[in-house]
């Protein structure tokens, strides 16, 4: 069974910075593009940052310059800084492995003023 496995939330001071992790695990024979998503709440998730298997990456336009996503082997990282308060919200981690849509549990980001 495929699982995706997120760490590294917590709660940061703005201008902080913070890493997040996202392991797959079990049988995997290919990993398509992987990302980072994040919902505040009483909004709609939305998609934060991709990587494709081949390194291309993308970002949303409220992170540019400020995150970094990035990946080894079966696991993505989003290195996330100049933290804002609006930054604040639960990150889930999605990959499509063996053809298939995974999601992690989430994480839980949030950014005092």
């Known amino acids: 069974q495929v699982q995706l496995v997120e760490s590294g939330g917590g709660l940061v001071q703005a201008g902080g910075s913070l890493r997040l992790s996202c392991a797959a695990s079990?049988?995997?024979?290919?990993?398509?593009?992987m990302k980072w998503y994040r919902q505040a709440s009483g909004k709609q998730r939305e998609l934060v940052a991709a990587i494709t298997s081949g390194g291309r990456t993308n970002y949303a336009d409220s992170v540019k310059g400020r995150f970094t996503i990035s990946n080894a082997q079966k696991t993505v990282f989003l290195q996330m800084n100049s933290l804002k308060p609006e930054d604040t919200a639960v990150y889930y981690c999605?990959?499509?492995?063996?053809?298939?849509?995974?999601w992690g549990q989430g994480t839980q980001v949030t950014v005092s003023s």
């Open positions: 079990g049988i995997i024979f290919s990993i398509n593009a």
């Open positions: 999605n990959a499509e492995i063996n053809g298939n849509d995974y």
